[in-house]
Structure formats: C-alpha cells, structure tokens
C-alpha cells in the first residue's frame, strides 16, 4: 500500500512556476500516479495523471522519476485562482487485494499578488 | 459541474443512528468511488464498485457498508455512528475500472454526528 507524502503548504507569486512534490516510496507495478486540486467546500477535479517520465497538458506538467518513488507537479505561471490544495493519488483502482487509491496529505498553495 | 450528484447535501444526525448517502454518477459512467474526508485523517478511499460488482476496499470501517444497483446509482451505508464518523463524504465516478482514466467527484455530503 503505497504511502504518500506531501509539503503541508506552499506561497507563491502570481506568474511564478509552482513545483510541487509527492512521495510514494511504496508505489506498486500497477500504480498510476494523479492529481488533483480541492477548492473548499467543493471535490477534488482531476489535473494530471502519469505512470513515468513527463507528461504536459494544458494546465501543468508532471514529472516522475525513474523508481517512481516520487512525483512533481507543475503548474507554470500560476494565478490567484490557483490557490487551492493539491494532492497527489497513487493506486490502480482496479480491483483485488493488492490494488488501493492512497491520497496524499495534501498541499495547500496559496498564491499572492 | 462534473456531472456526479449527491444526495444529501448535509446531514445531521445523532451517534447510534444511521445513515444512507447517496450518488448518481455521470451518465454512461460505470465506476463509483468513495471516499471519506476529514480534517485529521484526509482524504480516504473506502470503496470502489464496477458495473455492480465490489472491486477493492480500502479503510472502510465494518459499520460501513456499500453498493452499486443496476441503474448504477450507489449507496452507502453508515451504521452504529460514532462522533468520529462526522466527515464530507464523497462519491466519484470514471468510465472504466482502473486508474487510467480521470475520476468525476461529487460535491460531496458532510455528515455532522452530534
């Protein structure tokens, strides 16, 4: 079962990059890595998934090491409406013992002017 | 609007008692999910179902119980409640079983066990 970890919080500035990390040390075969941002009060919304290297999409990029023990989301020229908690979701999700979806801790960016 | 309704909004209710909630997933979507968050333990996955079948469990209590009905709508179940049960919880929903494809989170139930 994969343990995740996350930075509790980050500040940046409006235009600036924001990298943010996750641990996984015990990421299976299987495990996909997600992220996803949580406005309060709201669910989590899906930004970006991958299983190795780099993937880029509209929104951010995710780059994910060789072991995979970790994975780094950007998020270029962030904005206030950035502000958000990000967190990162390891697990295959598709069935049997071995397969769990494990949340990180969460990371709460806070963007400033 | 990620097209996965919950019902209901909030609930409030008293420890011993139980509890249904509620969620229609997306429409043609096959996969539910749910979830659990609370502020001294996250974001926690209790349950996924697939076209009606259970496919993993994760920390779900024995007092917590689910299912998927065959119009693909999904209840879950809480029972015996305790103060710590008091949470959001959320359903999601995909189109497939596994990880490969994105999941649709509801807006959530927060549940208020007094």
């Known amino acids: 079962l994969a343990k995740t970890t996350q930075p509790i919080s980050m500040d940046s500035y409006e235009g600036q990059e924001v990298n943010i990390t996750c641990s996984h040390n015990n990421i299976a075969t299987n495990d996909y890595i997600t992220w996803y941002q949580q406005f309060p009060s709201q669910g989590p919304r899906f930004i970006i998934q991958?299983?190795?290297t780099k993937v880029t999409n509209e929104v951010a990029s995710l780059f994910i090491p060789a072991d995979r023990k970790s994975s780094t989301l950007s998020l270029p020229r962030v904005s206030l409406s950035d502000t958000a908690v990000y967190y990162c979701?390891?697990?295959?999700?598709?069935?049997?013992?071995?397969?769990?979806?494990?949340f990180g801790t969460g990371t709460r960016l806070q963007v400033m002017l | 609007d990620s097209g996965v309704t919950q019902t209901p909004k909030h609930l409030i209710t008293a420890t011993g008692q139980r509890v249904t909630l509620r969620c229609s997933p997306r429409?043609?979507?096959?996969?539910v999910y749910w979830y659990q968050q609370s502020l001294d333990q996250g974001l926690q996955f209790l349950i996924h179902y697939y076209n009606g079948e259970e496919r993993a469990k994760g920390n779900i209590l024995e007092r917590f119980s689910a299912q998927q009905f065959p119009d693909l709508h999904s209840e879950l179940n809480l029972s015996s409640l305790e103060l710590g049960d008091s949470a959001l919880y959320f359903c999601?929903?995909?189109?497939?079983?596994?990880?490969?494809?994105?999941?649709?989170f509801g807006p959530g139930t927060r549940l208020t066990v007094t």
């Open positions: 429409s043609g979507d096959l996969s």
């Open positions: 991958g299983y190795k």
């Open positions: 979701l390891v697990g295959d999700g598709v069935g049997g013992t071995a397969s769990k979806l494990t």
């Open positions: 999601a929903s995909s189109g497939k079983a596994g990880m490969t494809y994105e999941q649709y």
